[in-house]
Nanobody
Framework: QVQLVESGGGLVQAGGSLRLSCAASGSIFRIKAMGWYRQAPGKQREFIARIGSPENTGYVDSVKGRFTISRDNAKNTVYLQMNSLKPEDTGVYYC?????????WGLGTQVTVSS
């Protein structure tokens, strides 16, 4: 059974940076496109970024130029480098397959950006 464990969240001031990590168990990681998703307070979970295998990427418009998704297949890990963070980036960040598989949601990691 594949498990996804997110880490790297925290509290940061606006304009700061964080790097999130998503560690995946299971060989499925290497052949699947992966994505990062965000659930802001009081809102539905939304797509943020995706990376294929091979490594083509895509982003929601609100994070283009600020966030970078990458993966290390040797470590079964996908990353989300977040720069120039804004208060509206606050939320719980999750990784999952892309498109999502409901069976693979983890606990997420909280990101809070203060103004």
């Amino acid at each position: 059974q594949v498990q996804l464990v997110e880490s790297g969240g925290g509290l940061v001031q606006a304009g700061g940076s964080l790097r999130l990590s998503c560690a995946a168990s299971g060989s499925i990681f290497r052949i699947k496109a992966m994505g990062w998703y965000r659930q802001a307070p009081g809102k539905q979970r939304e797509f943020i970024a995706r990376i294929g295998s091979p490594e083509n990427t895509g982003y929601v418009d609100s994070v283009k130029g600020r966030f970078t998704i990458s993966r290390d297949n040797a470590k079964n890990t996908v990353y989300l480098q977040m720069n120039s963070l804004k208060p509206e980036d606050t939320g719980v960040y999750y990784c999952n397959l892309w498109p999502v598989s409901e069976a693979y949601w983890g606990l997420g990691t909280q990101v809070t950006v203060s103004s």
